[in-house]
């Protein structure tokens, strides 16, 4: 099965602060996805990350907010900008990839507080 | 959009009990995933369902996909203390971007 990590697994920040979260997964995927779980709640996708063009986002999250990098086919970052409360949830990568039929796998997730 | 609703929001059972949950969708489902969560961790895949009256089978886990695909159900077999977790449905809305239900939490009692 495929292998995707995240870094950090977890970090607890200031408010008005940034945080990158990185990203790798273990083969060449077009695309890459961002999700946010906030405490007590379902995946929200956030966006979509392709290599070589801008990502694509989600109504409601913006890229002043959430910018993201995907400098090449196994690598996304996403950064959580000046960070309020609200923005403490876990932060979760995904890929689609597999032999024969395509399967989504998740990292491990990112969790963050933010006080 | 579609939306999954999944039943019931929370379940304990007894260990060695069969349980099942339910996703049900708003629209036709093209690709239908079965992921558990520990809690405050990343998403496990269990199983991917894609045509109507699939049913795959996983050690306990069987999730099915039913003929008319708006709707798929996880049955466990004999729960053990390991299984318990958050269980979510995903659907895939084209473009390789799911959307979830909003996930049941399952506690095995011994």
């Known amino acids: 099965s495929a292998v995707i990590s995240q870094k950090p697994s977890r970090d607890i920040c200031q408010r008005g602060t940034s945080l990158t979260i990185q990203c790798q997964v273990d083969?060449?995927?077009?695309?890459m996805f961002w999700y946010r779980q906030q405490p007590g709640q379902s995946l929200t996708l956030i966006a979509t990350?392709?290599?070589?063009?801008?990502?694509?986002?989600e109504s409601g999250f913006v890229i002043d907010k959430f910018p993201i990098s995907r400098p090449n086919l196994t690598f996304s970052t996403l950064t959580v900008s000046n960070m309020s409360p609200e923005d403490s949830s876990i932060y979760l990568c995904?890929?689609?990839?597999?032999?024969?039929?395509?399967?989504?796998?998740f990292g491990p997730g990112t969790r963050l507080l933010v006080l | 959009s579609q939306e999954l609703e999944q039943s019931p929001q929370s379940l304990i059972v007894q260990e060695g009990k069969n349980l099942t949950i339910n996703c049900t969708s708003s629209?036709?489902?093209?690709?239908l995933y079965w992921y558990k969560q520990k809690y405050g961790e990343g998403l496990i895949f269990l199983m991917m369902?894609?045509?109507?009256?699939e049913e795959k089978s996983h050690e306990k886990i069987t999730a099915k996909l039913d003929e008319k695909k708006q709707q798929s159900s996880l049955h466990i077999t004999a729960s053990q203390p390991s299984h318990a977790g958050i269980y979510l449905c995903?659907?895939?809305?084209?473009?390789?971007?799911?959307?979830f239900g909003q996930g049941t939490r399952l506690t095995i009692n011994p």
């Open positions: 995904s890929a689609e990839y597999g032999t024969g039929r395509l399967t989504q796998y």
């Open positions: 083969s060449q995927v077009t695309m």
């Open positions: 990350a392709n290599q070589g063009s801008e990502a694509t986002y």
């Open positions: 629209k036709t489902l093209y690709g």
């Open positions: 369902l894609q045509k109507g009256g």
């Open positions: 995903g659907a895939d809305e084209g473009a390789q971007k799911l959307v």
